[in-house]
């Protein structure tokens, strides 16, 4: 219909029907130029904050009884913050929002004055001709009825994009490394992987230089070092989760590149610092994605060492609650192991996977850990020197080189 107005248009007048497309496209691009700017910057100014916010949020509820015990002038720093925190995220909303309904405003009143404009300018040339002036006037009201609403429609998306243009950037920054251009060619671990000069910088910040190392098939070894000293980062290398800017990794001397990167990853068995359990039952935790095999979920249960505890609640349908609510730290962590386990890896990394435990609690799950581990690879990124007692080497790493 809009199509067949706009035909209309130009056969009433085609001249005034062109100027008057011209007018009108000029001043959205002029409008949707300068105003995306400001929201974009705007944009920029919510991620930074909401991002902020949400950190709040999560140190708040994640140690309220540490917050309720702390003084009264403490308890005021932190609402303070807070509050500014939230309030800085209304005022970038509240921009948002105004520099989003400034276009319909503007464009409205620049559709007014156009037609006021053309009134004017059919009432000079053609004086009193209303039986002339009078259709091609409301053919023109019409059009703009009709076409206005699309055209806001269309700048509000467009600014709506500008607006989460940053927190479209981050995703992209994460999703940069994605598996889009990895293949899938197998490459088997029966030996040893060899870091051959390997160096990593990150934003041009030298995180590891020269890294040379060899991991024997079945070897249990753990880096140490201080916090920040590139330990995760080198694991994360050795794991495919990074690649490296320099030298070169070798599994069994078939170098580890975009090719059979997919494949290697498929043969880690990682477990975290933090643990993360989704709202859902300890199978759906577990298999993560992958095929419900009955058989292989009870022998991980078993070697995580939490299956006779499940047995006394639902099995493997018990809910564990959002973030694992309805576990212990040390239950949570056996969920863990049992899905590092669950796709039968060849080497297990354990990211500090113990240090948020207690003494003894701890003790257990590396024995188990070692058990478990006795025909696999076994990384350990160790946090306390207690868990690596089990270890064939120690690696420390000191001045973004091994020592």
Known sequence: LTVFIYILMLIASWKITLIFTAILILKILFLTHSISKRIKVVGKVRASVQAKLYEIINRIFGNFEHVKLQDKDRLQDIESNFSTTVNKYAKANASYNFLNDFPRLFIETSGFSLIVLLLVVLLYFKQSNIAYILPILSLFVLALYR???????IVNEYNGLMYYHKSIDIIDE?????????KDENIHFNYKIELTNVGFHY???TVLSDINLTINKGEKIAFIGESGSGK???VNLIIGLHQQNQGEIKIDDIVLDESNLQNWRSQIGYIPQQVYLFDGTIADNICFGKKLEGALLEKVLKQANIFDFLQTKAGIDTLVGEG???LSGGQKQ???IARALYGEPEVLVLDEATSALDDETEQKIMNEIYKISQNKTLIIIAHRLSTIKGCNKVFEIKDKKIT
């Open 147 to 153: 076409l206005l609403p699309s055209i806001n429609r």
């Open 174 to 182: 994460e999703l940069r490394t994605t598996q889009e251009n990895l």
């Open 203 to 205: 934003q041009e910040k």
């Open 232 to 234: 995760s980062t080198l």
């Open 324 to 326: 694992g609510i309805q």
């Open 334 to 336: 056996r969920v863990a």
